[in-house]
């Protein structure tokens, strides 16, 4: 992973500062799940960002110009975390960032329903000695559960302004802009001092930290006596010695450590939490949380209500909503009508006059950008896409989705996966390549190979799923036979893969937030914000698909690559139109899907053809911008050897599957 | 914590005598041997171990037994975690699954459900194991 951040692509714009004002002020909002830090930053950036950080949605990390009482500012958004020290990718990411001292100002983002746990965090950021401001959010939320809050008693304690705050509705906002200018004029305040032996090692390690570093000392020498590597590198690189002292006083410490250095030095810091919470929080609710809450979250979590919840929860809205009224209505009124009679006679007659027949076919051809490309893009998966992210994004936010990651976690234990891999797969099913740089968020290099390796060979993406459906809706028995062979290879391979892939075996963790009724202005803005990433990382590649099809047909490549695919074909028992279906395929699989169905429709595939050609076209190689997704994800060796896998298992299993059921 | 049923005296389950080398059975015979007296004791089957921790009221009795052979609805009190080293049980730490916490097992199955304050969370099996818990 690149050592900054990566930025949302849409988000830089406006704010810069005047000739001669002092320049850009930066913010960053940290902060654990689930606190609401994107919905901060939305209000102080007025941007579009996903407003969600259940662990692999807001992965990509968001910056927004904002004035804060009239100084030009860039805010920073960053994933959910719980301590400094943490493995995985997404964390090492923000330590960085803080250790480098990528901000002027820290904002944590806390939930005053659980302060307790959220000043572990706190006590860390103060060890980075940088102007922090505490941002204490969903007071509604505490108010209404009975919790109060001494927030003057905290500030005072802690040496930092704390800012209680709502941030769906705006409120402390004003204020809390206020205190960032103000915490960026001041020192910041000491670094907190941890009892128990921990405070002495962390004194004498920093002790041997002579040179210049962005951020402080007392952070940077409690993740050198954990062998932190970014750490240990930033010393190396800063110290004369290359940190030798500090890195043998570390181990001298260390070796007085009755536990692990780690362990010791979170158990000091949640002490330290626990004692600050105890004299700032009065919590006088008998219940935690309401009647409806418990037995709604009982009813979801154990299997016996909550796996038909789950079937009635897929039928209704990725069978009905997504496929029949998205992959249906819409896609029958957009392609139907917006296309069929409005731009597609507007298209082909507006170019016409474009002489040369290489351009115009290009364009408005068989398989022209603006003919094919755009109308896939916009008529076919757009609907389709648009409705799966409305789908998700409601269950999002109801708080579904950890429970659902509850249930599964015992059946994705035996794939190699954790819980936490539903939602990856669940994505899946809306778009395969966004899928995949969600594994990104799964802790163990295992579990994400596995996942994208599972997610390219047996998950259909929706725009290939919607079409399939619609393909063999009048042929049940052949939906019955490609259903089956996917979920069995799926398991198939889940189970080898589990067995043979190296590393150690997932654990699965998660918090439950409590269940609530979606919010429609969040559950709007998650859904738009997908809908805009998608269209703008996707749609490209649908018009460079295009291009490329195009090129390939002029040069001949085309017809070459077609005419080595027809024997392959021809041994699956399939018509050697299908060989062009498969090169398309892979450009987009729903191009694929819908070559299918044009054959289906001219009546050129009996029903044993069309299982075996749906099935080995589910199983067949990801389409190129998924590809391109694993390269980056998983390596260069990694993805390779994934196609080296998948294309034989797509195009064997076929072959036998004819085989079978010939017989 | 296992008190002999000859010998009345008490050990902890890593205590007892390990004979299982010679043995057929070889360990699998579910027996504990009291390292005092040598009388061998059955141990509680796995399953039927969340049933047994009943309020003695003794205030001797406080022995850590690990959150998977706790009970549902019980409130307990972690005491310790094992495999300090791993890192996701620091991660633990952070959630707030620190030694003298209390918290109150909500569910057993498909995973665990713990409710520590205000706050709910979920581990598998494998992780439940490493928390050792005092029950009151």
Redesign the interface.
Known sequence: MSPGLRTSCSCHSGGAPAAGEPASLRVALVGNPNVGKSALFNRLTARYVTVSNYPGTSVEIARGAARLGGRSAEVVDTPGL??L???AEEQAGVRRFLLDGGADVLVQVADA??L??ML?LTLQLMELERPLVMAVNMMDEAER?G?RLDLAALSAGLGIPVVPLVALTGQGVPQLEQAILEASGRPAPPAPVYGNGVGTAIRAVVAELTGSYPAGRTALAALVLQDEPDALERVRAAEPDRGARALARAREQVATFA??P??RI??E???AA?AIAGSVVR?DAAT??SAWQRTA??LL???ISGVPILFAVLYLGLYQFVGQFGGGTLVDWLEGWLFGQVLGPLFTASLSWIPWEPVRSLLVGDYGVLTLGLRYAVAIILPIVGTFFLFFSLLEDSGYL?RL???V??LF?RVGL??RAVIPMVLGFACVTMATMVTRTLETRRERVLATLLLALAIPCSAQLGVILALMASQPLSLAIWSLSVLAIFLLVGLLGARLLPGP?P??????P?LRRPRVGNVVTKTVARMQWYFLEVLPLFLLASVLIWAGKLTGAFQLVTGALEPLVAALGLPPQTAGIFLFGFFRRDYGAAGLFDLQQQGVLDSIQLAVAAVTLTLFIPCIAQFLMMLRERGVRTAVAMFALITPIAFGVGFLLNQLLRW | MVTCGFCGRPFRGDQAQPVCGMCPLAGGCGHLRCPHCGYENPATPRWLRPFQHRDTGDPRAEQSVPLTDLGTGRVARVAR?DR??D??????????L????ELKLL?R???F?V?I????????S??AGRVQVTVR
């Open positions: 719980y301590a020290g943490a493995a329903t659980n307790a746990r572990g559960a919790v536990a692990p780690a362990y979170a158990v810091r949640q002490i626990s919590d935690r949380r979250s009982n979590t154990r299997p950890p990651a509850l249930l976690d015992r234990k954790s819980g075996a654990v699965f963790h998660m918090e439950l409590p | 975690l300090p080293a890192a996701v049980t620091a991660h633990l730490v952070a959630l707030g620190l030694p003298g916490t569910q199955f498909p995973a459900v409710e304050g205000r706050s709910q969370f979920a581990i598998d494998e992780l």
